[in-house]
């Protein structure tokens, strides 16, 4: 069984095609890159697999629930880290976590012991009394993940999660959020930067809507940069 399927995906915005019969599945405990250009389609991508949005054309299926059909099982498996922040900043990081813990329908001792979990896979025990406004971006952002991880999921979703953090935060999380693929998540990672992406991670190119490919960085590059070779098949940047 995949960890996610994603199976003749197509959206629109009117006349404005978004995506356009996009496929792909990922196996458990990988990582993989879906890399694009800014207006790729990645968050639109990203709406359907946390059913923000719907579409009937194509299916989505997580650990082998169909996210139309059983959405409450399929969503379960997922956790989220969106582009733009969802953190109460005056709550503490313990607060926030236990808030978002109550949603999933933990509490008590399972809460806190799932509570502490996540925050020491990011390293972030020692921060759980501070408010999140006290936080660097770097810290926020390592919450946010650690919230993700909350409820357990089989599948963690990051839609470009390093925007707006310094080189050494973006490196920092891109490292945090590889090992918990090596420890045996599978990780769909949204980006348009390529040194964000390591030489074992798959790849899944998207441009214009459509996959371009869906291969292993290393073999995507060829033996070269893959910066180049990302230019090379859609015609834009992929450096920061």
Avoid at 9 to 25: E, H, I, N, Q, T
Avoid at 135 to 143: A, Q
Wanted: hydrophobic share 45%.
């Amino acid at each position: 069984m995949k960890a996610l399927s994603v199976r003749n995906v197509s959206y629109r915005f009117g006349a404005k095609v978004a995506l356009d019969d996009v496929s792909f599945d990922l196996e458990v405990g990988r990582f993989a890159a879906l890399l694009g250009p800014n207006g790729a389609g990645k968050s639109t991508l990203f709406a359907l697999l946390t059913r923000l949005l719907v579409t009937r054309q194509g299916q989505i299926f997580v650990a082998g629930f169909d996210v139309r059909a059983a959405p409450r099982a399929a969503l379960a498996r997922i956790g989220v880290v969106f582009q733009q922040s969802t953190l109460d900043l005056d709550m503490t990081v313990a607060r926030n976590l236990s808030y978002f813990a109550a949603l999933q329908g933990l509490s008590g001792a399972a809460a806190q012991a799932s509570i502490d979990a996540a925050l020491d896979r990011l390293d972030m025990r020692e921060r759980a009394g501070e408010t999140v406004r006290a936080l660097n971006g770097g810290h926020r952002r390592r919450m946010e993940i650690a919230r993700a991880l909350v409820h357990g999921p089989e599948v963690l979703l990051l839609d470009e999660p390093t925007v707006g953090l310094d080189t050494a935060s973006r490196r920092a999380i891109t490292a945090h959020v590889h090992d918990l693929a090596e420890d045996g998540l599978t990780v769909l990672w949204a980006t348009h930067l390529v040194d964000e992406i390591r030489p074992t991670d798959d790849v899944v190119v998207l441009h214009k809507g459509r996959v371009l490919t869906h291969q292993p960085a290393a073999e995507i590059a060829c033996s070269g940069d893959l910066g180049d070779a990302f230019i090379a098949m859609t015609g834009e940047g992929g450096r920061q």
